[in-house]
Nanobody, 112 residues
Framework: QVQLVESGGGLVQAGGSLRLSCAAS?????MRWYRQAPGKQREFVAR???????NYADSVKGRFTISRDNAKNTVYLQMNSLKPEDTAVYYC?????????WGQGTQVTVAS
């Protein structure tokens, strides 16, 4: 089993920044961030492997940066130039050979 705990969400004005953190109970190769806005399906945001390879959704590319500290089993999401449409609950995801694991989520609200 894998336990994930997200933190760092909050209220920010448009154009501002936030950094989200996800602490895992053990090391995982592929870590991802997803988000779910009110009335919408959960969508992919960013991915990073243990080797540092990354990819991003087109909607956040150039504004968000995913990174990780393997010694701490922690993944981060630096969010800059935030827009009101970024408002959502952000979830950390860990993929293993047998299951997907999800954290409880952290709320990000971007005001105009």
């Amino acid at each position: 089993q894998v336990q994930l705990v997200e933190s760092g969400g909050g209220l920010v004005q448009a154009g501002g920044s936030l950094r989200l953190s996800c602490a895992a109970s053990r090391s995982i190769n592929a870590m991802r961030w997803y988000r779910q806005a009110p009335g919408k399906q959960r969508e992919f945001v960013a991915r990073i492997t243990s080797g540092g390879s990354t990819n991003y959704a087109d909607s956040v590319k150039g504004r968000f940066t995913i990174s990780r500290d393997n010694a701490k089993n922690t993944v981060y999401l630096q969010m800059n130039s935030l827009k009101p449409e970024d408002t959502a609950v952000y979830y950390c995801n860990a993929l293993t050979a047998f299951a997907d694991y999800w954290g409880q989520g952290t709320q990000v609200t971007v005001a105009s």
